[in-house]
């Protein structure tokens, strides 16, 4: 059997799928947001509840999703390692976080390394330091400076 490459969905869904674990119970986040599934927030209220098959296809449309709105934000071509640590990334912080980052202006000016660098920067929740986050930060900045030859 030949193996196949990839793509940068599949390894942001991985990504996020991973950092943000599954609930099919809404739940507060660690800032006070109510959460359902892989970590989704629009217009969701305490008490609902979401099927596997729910979760999995609003995990999949919102990391493609934001895929597409990375790559409007970026000007410079993305390897797929690159493209899907800064999915992930905006898909935890995002677009407008995204848009307005030193990350973004570091990255549309070539400085792909100093991009992906700024990454665990972001470990913060209403000025406190999370753990989970300096772990999904370091593995993200991990994955992008892979993307970089």
């Given amino acids: 059997m030949i193996k196949r490459p990839k793509t940068w969905l599949a390894i942001a869904l991985t990504a996020v799928a991973g950092f943000e674990g599954v609930r099919t119970t809404a739940y507060e986040d660690p800032v006070g947001i109510p959460t359902i599934c892989f970590g989704y927030t629009h217009d969701v209220k305490m008490g ?3 099927t596997m098959e729910e979760c999995e296809t609003l995990l999949t449309d919102e990391v493609v999703g934001f ?4 790559n409007n934000s970026v000007v410079v071509p993305l390897s797929k390692q690159e493209q899907a640590a800064y ?3 905006a898909y935890n912080v995002g677009m407008a976080n995204f848009n307005k980052s030193t990350l973004l202006r570091k990255l549309n000016d070539g400085d792909r ?3 992906c660098n700024e990454l665990p920067r972001w470990v913060y929740a209403k000025g406190v330091k999370l753990p989970g986050l300096v772990n999904r930060r370091e593995s993200e900045r991990s994955l992008c400076l892979s993307g970089i030859k």
Wanted: charged fraction near 10%; glycine fraction near 16%.
């Fill in 67 to 70: 895929g597409l709105q990375v």
């Fill in 87 to 89: 999915t992930s990334f």
């Fill in 113 to 115: 390394a100093g991009a």
């Fill in 48 to 50: 609902d509840t979401a």
